[in-house]
């Protein structure tokens, strides 16, 4: 395990996330560019690893950094999602247990589940004859095996 925290990790095109609004878009694209958002998963990263596989909660970084939910559950998930980091079933004052990978054991694990957005569906619910009509208008023949990595691709998208 290397105790070289990662670089920012960006939540897809949007940077580190906003809640929607203008106020919150305007606040995720300024601590962005300043770097803020990376100092602090750099931040939880560092706790991650001194807590050993005590590991932390949102809570414990919100108290340890002065920090508001949004921003230490925000470094925890980026954390989370591109796997420098695992989350446990178990909780710890009604909050799950972020850990580095080598002291999860055998305990259960929580794993990344992004919101889909309401009236959205999520890509890996799509039914095979939508995937296979997809192929088709992609130019992509249905041969078996490609079905089955369109498939496979659609059930790993976060």
């Known amino acids: 395990m290397s105790t070289e925290a990662p670089g920012f ?3 897809g095109k949007d940077g580190s996330g906003h809640a929607g609004n203008a106020t919150s878009r ?4 300024r601590e962005d560019a ?3 958002t990376a100092v602090r998963q750099r931040e939880a990263y560092r706790a991650i690893i001194e807590a050993d596989g005590h590991g932390v909660t949102t809570g414990e970084l919100e108290l340890r950094y002065g920090w508001h939910h949004g ?3 925000s470094a925890l998930t980026h954390l ?3 796997g420098h980091v695992a989350r446990l079933k178990e909780q710890r004052n009604g909050q799950e247990i972020y850990i580095c990978p080598e002291h999860v054991g ?3 694990l929580s794993p990344y589940n992004p919101r889909v957005p309401q009236g959205r569906r999520h890509p890996r619910d799509l039914s095979d004859a939508v995937v296979l009509e997809a192929m088709q208008g992609a130019g992509i023949p249905n041969i078996g095996t490609n079905f089955i990595k369109a498939r496979k691709f659609l059930d790993l998208l976060p």
């Open 9 to 11: 990790i960006p939540y």
């Open 34 to 36: 300043l770097g803020k």
């Open 26 to 29: 305007e606040r995720q694209a």
């Open 71 to 73: 921003q230490s559950s």
């Open 106 to 108: 055998d305990r259960p």
């Open 80 to 82: 989370h999602r591109a």
